[in-house]
């Protein structure tokens, strides 16, 4: 099944074109990295497909549906954004953060109901952070918060999730943390998620699919072992790379 199927997509601003008319199709059920250099159009894909900016041109399909098809809110029940930098969170703790998921099914004056709560309670299980319920979002660790933040996404109940560089601001330990459970979400629980990423290495490592951008345009489209061969690190990333083999066998990309 097809998540996304975009069609010659091209995104402009004033005197400068982010995406030259991509056409491809993004698998559904799948952990899909988006990568490639600064300004390759990563973050400007993955706010056309959540509808956060409007295309210049081509046509976007999700679920086989144009988008300009979609209702705001049934398109927000299928599908969760979360930017590079979330919104504050000022006063606010897990549960109510996690509890704002609901918000598609009920408007912002409807009354939770027992699902609500069940919903929500599930969500901060899954995602581990039930012990943090009534924390303050603000007092948590970065890797908390991210999980928090994936709390409210799960408990949206989208079954895809668009993730804009999530572990940019977390250290070693817990970038893994996050994308061990993105990764669950998906395999465990029958989701779909575009994460984009910068590091190539943590991407074969947890993504089935990867999708690279150069300049606005197309370069790669393919699984772990399609991105981590010398020659098309190269095309990527305009660099000469070596590709290492760790002792378990998987690769790991390095500088030549």
Not at 58 to 69: I, K, Q
Not at 135 to 141: A, F, M, N, P
Request: hydrophobic residues 45%.
């Amino acid at each position: 099944m097809t998540l996304f199927s975009l069609s010659d997509l091209t995104v402009d601003v004033p005197g400068r074109r982010l995406l030259h008319g991509l056409t491809l199709d993004l698998p559904a059920g799948r952990m899909i990295a988006l990568i490639g250099h600064n300004g390759s159009g990563k973050s400007t894909l993955l706010k056309a497909l959540a509808r956060q900016i409007a295309p210049n041109g081509g046509h976007v399909a999700f679920e086989g549906r144009a988008l300009s098809d979609w209702r705001p809110r049934d398109y927000a029940r299928r599908l969760a954004f979360l930017p590079q930098h979330p919104p504050a969170a000022e006063g606010m703790t897990v549960r109510e953060l996690v509890a704002l998921g609901r918000y598609p099914w009920h408007g912002a004056l409807g009354r939770f109901g027992p699902h609500d709560h069940a919903t929500v309670a599930r969500a901060m299980a899954e995602c581990g952070v039930s012990p943090f319920a009534d924390r303050l979002v603000d007092t948590l660790s970065g890797g908390e918060r991210q999980r928090a933040w994936l709390a409210m996404m799960v408990a949206q109940e989208a079954g895809a999730l668009l993730l804009d560089e999530p572990i940019s601001a977390l250290d070693i330990a817990h970038q893994v943390e996050v994308l061990a459970l993105v990764r669950r979400m998906c395999h465990e629980a029958g989701r779909s998620a575009v994460i984009v990423l910068h590091e190539v290495n943590m991407a074969a490592r947890f993504c089935d699919h990867v999708v690279a951008l150069k300049g606005g345009r197309l370069a790669l489209q393919g699984g772990p072992s399609d991105l981590m061969r010398p020659h098309a690190l190269e095309q990527i990333y305009g660099l000469p790379m070596q590709v290492l083999t760790r002792a378990d066998g998987s690769p790991v990309a390095v500088p030549a």
